[in-house]
């Protein structure tokens, strides 16, 4: 296992030139990217995570954090892909159809990533019919679906209904989250879970992870 | 007293009658008006006519004019969305690069057709109404929250929290001023009442204090002074949980803060005291658009009773209230200060 306390610290400090360089040493003087994940960044972004929810990290800070995860992501991802090492769990996240809010989904894909999973994006107003072809490309094991808006909230459960017809709901457990989404408007739409905070959802990932 | 003069005592320190109400309810009231947002947005007559017809429905006392929270985005080049049954919304940035920065030039807000519409909506309702009726011509975007318009949320927080080009983020931020101070300019001489903005990314829902102390809180201070030479007292309004810049907020000098249902109503009334008025805060979506009358009417009652030994109040939703937000939530909210007895004031 390999702990570079300069990765954390960038990650931690959200310096992404940092993180960058530090990552390229480390890999030249032979540590294994999977390792570099497990070992390092995976601690890191769960630190930044408990900042953020004792109040001393804000939004800001958060994604500076995942910038500077991501830039150390780049360096690994290739070569992870041509030594055949593979993220074990994959999610599908997006901002519900007509919902161009994608702070949140952002913060949330960016712990996931920076957490351990494979994470694919699909941006803001995501119609349900992306929703199922992510699901049927990716096979992954979790969708999140987020919505800031009450108005746009309806198209969660439109999505939900769409991935049953479809025939995939039995594949995937669904998290939402959102500013006006509750825990009880995700049992009443037939969603797996709900987080009202980034951190929060990684939790409910592992969990989910854990139980599968 | 009439509702106007509500208003006016409630944000001068001295007893109204009862409490006073004034509604987020622009969305409730085109779609009780029978129009779409389009409708509603592109005719300052129809606004205006769902405003009044609101007003007088539930009797309020104030009238809290706006049409979308991206008006002024759209004047400085933010691409814009028009739906046809939800209000205006960016849908993208417009300033890619900060060091874009340094090419802005000035701008007139003043020939905008949208910018146009709002004012004139202000202008009728204070014709129609004023005499009455509390009119709180909202200015839309607070200098931070144009600025995140303009660069996007994600890169404009990056922007504050990474702190390596101060000089254009205070730059973008100056322009940002100036364009909010020509709004109000303009809402001054419709003859509203009152001047207001919303400032929804600048609270400790996104930002730390200490940044909202440096990169949005001068600058609310500056147009809060603009509205006060103007000879308008000034609302603002900060979306979520803002527990932690309550007493900065305090510092604005504005004569109202626009609270959201997430704050703590006791920290907000004990810090509040008589330095300025409380304006909320219900919360619009799980309790006045989703819940029931009997909730609406705890929640009220709460809030009521936290203010009770204060006359700086005026009730009402958090935040904008969703268009289905059903008649009878919103008329057991008012049931609960038109049932309290004027000597709870006393």
Same mark, same amino acid.
């Given at each position: 296992m390999v702990r570079s306390e300069e990765l954390y610290d960038a990650i931690l400090n959200g310096d992404a030139k940092k993180a960058h360089a530090v990552t390229q040493a480390t890999l030249a003087a032979g540590a294994v990217p999977m390792d570099l994940i497990t070992g390092t960044m995976v601690p890191a972004m769960d630190e930044v995570g408990r900042l953020f929810e004792t109040e001393e990290y804000f939004v800001p800070e958060l994604l500076?954090?995942?910038?500077?995860?991501?830039?150390?992501?780049e360096l690994l991802r290739p070569l992870m892909a041509t030594s055949g090492e593979k993220l074990s769990t994959r999610v599908v996240i997006g901002t519900v159809k007509g919902d161009m809010h994608d702070i949140g989904k952002n913060l949330v894909a960016s712990m996931l990533e920076g957490?351990?999973?494979?994470?694919?994006?699909?941006?803001?107003?995501?119609?349900?019919?992306?929703?199922?072809?992510?699901?049927?490309?990716?096979?992954?094991?979790?969708?999140?679906l987020s919505a800031l808006l009450t108005v746009t909230m309806p198209a969660m459960k439109t999505t939900i209904d769409v991935l049953k017809a479809a025939g995939l709901r039995t594949r995937v457990k669904i998290l939402i989250g959102g500013a006006p989404v509750t825990g009880q408007y995700a049992k009443e739409i037939g969603a797996d879970g709900?987080?009202?905070?980034?951190?929060?959802?990684?939790?409910?990932?592992?969990q989910i992870v854990a139980g599968a | 007293m009439n509702g106007r003069q509500r208003i006016d005592a409630a944000l001068n320190g001295s007893w109204p009658d009862r409490t006073p109400?004034?509604?987020?309810?622009?969305?409730?009231?085109?779609?009780?008006?029978?129009?779409?947002?389009?409708?509603?947005?592109?005719?300052?007559?129809?606004?205006?006519?769902?405003?009044?017809?609101?007003?007088?429905?539930?009797?309020?006392?104030?009238?809290?004019?706006?049409?979308?929270?991206?008006?002024?985005?759209?004047?400085?080049?933010? @691409?814009?969305?028009?739906?046809?049954?939800? +209000?205006?919304?960016?849908?993208?940035?417009? &300033? !890619?690069?900060?060091?874009? =920065?340094?090419?802005?030039?000035?701008?007139?807000?003043?020939n905008d057709p949208r910018i146009q519409i709002l004012v004139e909506a202000v202008a009728i309702l204070v014709r129609d109404y004023g005499d009455e009726i509390f009119i709180r011509g909202n200015c839309d975007q607070s200098p931070f929250s144009l600025a995140e318009s303009m660069r996007g949320l994600d890169q404009w927080l990056m922007d504050v929290a990474s702190q390596e080009n101060d000089e254009l983020v205070h730059g973008l931020l100056e322009y940002c001023t100036g364009v909010a101070c020509q709004?109000?300019?303009?809402?001054?001489?419709?003859?509203?009442?009152?001047?207001?903005?919303?400032?929804? @990314?600048?609270?400790?829902?996104?930002?730390? +204090?200490?940044?909202?102390?440096?990169?949005? &809180? !001068?600058?609310?201070?500056? =147009?809060?002074e603009c509205s006060h030479e103007l000879g308008l007292p000034y609302l603002l309004h900060i979306c979520g949980k803002t527990d932690?810049?309550?007493?900065?907020?305090?510092?604005?000098?504005?004569?109202?803060?626009?609270?959201?249902?997430?704050?703590?109503?006791?920290?907000?009334?004990?810090?509040?005291?008589?330095?300025?008025?409380?304006?909320?805060?219900?919360?619009?979506?799980?309790v006045l658009a989703r819940g029931t009358p009997a909730l609406v009417k705890l929640k009220t009652e709460e809030l009521l009773g936290t203010f009770a030994d204060s006359p700086r109040f005026v009730l009402n939703s958090g935040c904008a209230l969703p268009a289905d937000t059903p008649s009878e939530n919103v008329r057991a909210m008012l049931a609960c200060v038109r049932n309290r007895s004027p000597l709870t004031f006393v």
């Amino acid at each position: 296992m390999v702990r570079s306390e300069e990765l954390y610290d960038a990650i931690l400090n959200g310096d992404a030139k940092k993180a960058h360089a530090v990552t390229q040493a480390t890999l030249a003087a032979g540590a294994v990217p999977m390792d570099l994940i497990t070992g390092t960044m995976v601690p890191a972004m769960d630190e930044v995570g408990r900042l953020f929810e004792t109040e001393e990290y804000f939004v800001p800070e958060l994604l500076l954090a995942g910038r500077a995860m991501k830039s150390a992501m780049e360096l690994l991802r290739p070569l992870m892909a041509t030594s055949g090492e593979k993220l074990s769990t994959r999610v599908v996240i997006g901002t519900v159809k007509g919902d161009m809010h994608d702070i949140g989904k952002n913060l949330v894909a960016s712990m996931l990533e920076g957490s351990g999973f494979e994470v694919f994006d699909l941006g803001a107003d995501v119609s349900p019919d992306k929703f199922v072809a992510a699901v049927e490309q990716h096979t992954p094991q979790v969708v999140c679906l987020s919505a800031l808006l009450t108005v746009t909230m309806p198209a969660m459960k439109t999505t939900i209904d769409v991935l049953k017809a479809a025939g995939l709901r039995t594949r995937v457990k669904i998290l939402i989250g959102g500013a006006p989404v509750t825990g009880q408007y995700a049992k009443e739409i037939g969603a797996d879970g709900y987080s009202e905070s980034a951190s929060g959802a990684v939790s409910l990932v592992r969990q989910i992870v854990a139980g599968a | 007293m009439n509702g106007r003069q509500r208003i006016d005592a409630a944000l001068n320190g001295s007893w109204p009658d009862r409490t006073p109400v004034m509604l987020h309810n622009f969305m409730m009231a085109a779609r009780e008006a029978g129009i779409s947002m389009r409708q509603f947005r592109e005719d300052p007559r129809l606004i205006a006519r769902c405003f009044g017809d609101a007003a007088e429905r539930y009797q309020l006392d104030g009238i809290l004019v706006d049409i979308d929270a991206v008006t002024l985005a759209g004047v400085v080049g933010v @691409p814009l969305d028009f739906p046809e049954d939800n +209000p205006a919304r960016s849908r993208g940035s417009c &300033l !890619p690069v900060l060091e874009a =920065v340094r090419d802005l030039g000035p701008v007139d807000i003043s020939n905008d057709p949208r910018i146009q519409i709002l004012v004139e909506a202000v202008a009728i309702l204070v014709r129609d109404y004023g005499d009455e009726i509390f009119i709180r011509g909202n200015c839309d975007q607070s200098p931070f929250s144009l600025a995140e318009s303009m660069r996007g949320l994600d890169q404009w927080l990056m922007d504050v929290a990474s702190q390596e080009n101060d000089e254009l983020v205070h730059g973008l931020l100056e322009y940002c001023t100036g364009v909010a101070c020509q709004l109000l300019k303009m809402m001054a001489r419709t003859g509203a009442h009152m001047l207001s903005n919303g400032d929804s @990314p600048a609270g400790p829902d996104m930002l730390s +204090p200490r940044f909202y102390g440096v990169y949005a &809180l !001068p600058y609310e201070r500056r =147009v809060a002074e603009c509205s006060h030479e103007l000879g308008l007292p000034y609302l603002l309004h900060i979306c979520g949980k803002t527990d932690r810049i309550l007493k900065q907020m305090v510092d604005i000098g504005a004569d109202a803060l626009e609270i959201d249902f997430k704050t703590n109503l006791q920290l907000a009334h004990d810090i509040f005291q008589d330095k300025v008025t409380f304006v909320g805060n219900i919360d619009p979506s799980e309790v006045l658009a989703r819940g029931t009358p009997a909730l609406v009417k705890l929640k009220t009652e709460e809030l009521l009773g936290t203010f009770a030994d204060s006359p700086r109040f005026v009730l009402n939703s958090g935040c904008a209230l969703p268009a289905d937000t059903p008649s009878e939530n919103v008329r057991a909210m008012l049931a609960c200060v038109r049932n309290r007895s004027p000597l709870t004031f006393v």
